[in-house]
T-cell receptor, first 112, second 110 residues
């Protein structure tokens, strides 16, 4: 099992560009979430999903979109990148809300 | 919304000493989870506590859930350099969200 796979690992964007961060898990987990972590800070929830076709907003959803067409994939779309979106983005999955989350290795995004 | 607060924010520990980090909530929690993130790495799930007053041990790590289920602690004995990293507590919030505390960053002095 590969676990949670995030691509790309590093990305530099210009202000105003759009892109999609990919997240895939092969553990058949229903719950998936996206977090961002700014330098020296904790993890803030962007969007999450409790199953295919179901998504909801977290603490900091503005500027991001998600979709969950399959159990395996949960891509995060940046609509129009801003320097404030420079961060490390983690995708995580769990079989259920009462279990711990497995995190991907992260995508380090810089917006210039 | 629900928040979990962690103290201290930073912990400098001499190798071999013990330390404790705390996680506090203003509301009663259904459960609490603990994660460790090594420098440059990703968070790794350590443990989940569910019952009031629950205590669980993992080698030198002892996790405790308060009687009122509003606080939790992580105690590490005989700190080693491998304990370096940030320890996060996390708790479920409304709508199936999992929210994280700000973390305790642990530095070990050899």
């Amino acid at each position: 099992n590969a676990g949670v796979t995030q691509t790309p690992k590093f990305q530099v964007l210009k202000t105003g560009q759009s892109m999609t961060l990919q997240c895939a898990q092969d553990m058949n987990h229903e719950y998936m979430s996206w977090y961002r972590q700014d330098p020296g800070m904790g993890l803030r929830l962007i969007h999450y999903s409790v199953g295919a076709g179901i998504t909801d907003q977290g603490e900091v959803p503005n500027g991001y979109n998600v979709s969950r067409s399959t159990t395996e994939d949960f891509p995060l779309r940046l609509l129009s990148a801003a320097p404030s979106q420079t961060s490390v983005y983690f995708c995580a999955s769990s079989p259920d809300r009462v279990y711990g989350y497995t995190f991907g290795s992260g995508t380090r995004l810089t917006v210039v | 919304g629900q928040q979990v607060m962690q103290i201290p924010q930073y912990q400098h520990v001499q190798e071999g000493e013990d330390f404790t980090t705390y996680c506090n909530s203003s509301t009663t929690l259904s459960n609490i989870q603990w994660y460790k993130q090594r420098p440059g790495g990703h968070p790794v799930f350590l443990i989940q506590l569910v019952k009031s007053g629950e205590v669980k041990k993992q080698k030198r790590l002892t996790f405790q859930f308060g009687e009122a289920k509003k606080n939790s602690s992580l105690h590490i004995t005989a700190t080693q350099t491998t304990d370096v990293g940030t320890y996060f507590c996390a708790a479920p919030a409304a709508g199936n969200k999992l929210t994280f505390g700000g973390g305790t960053r642990v530095l070990v002095k050899p």
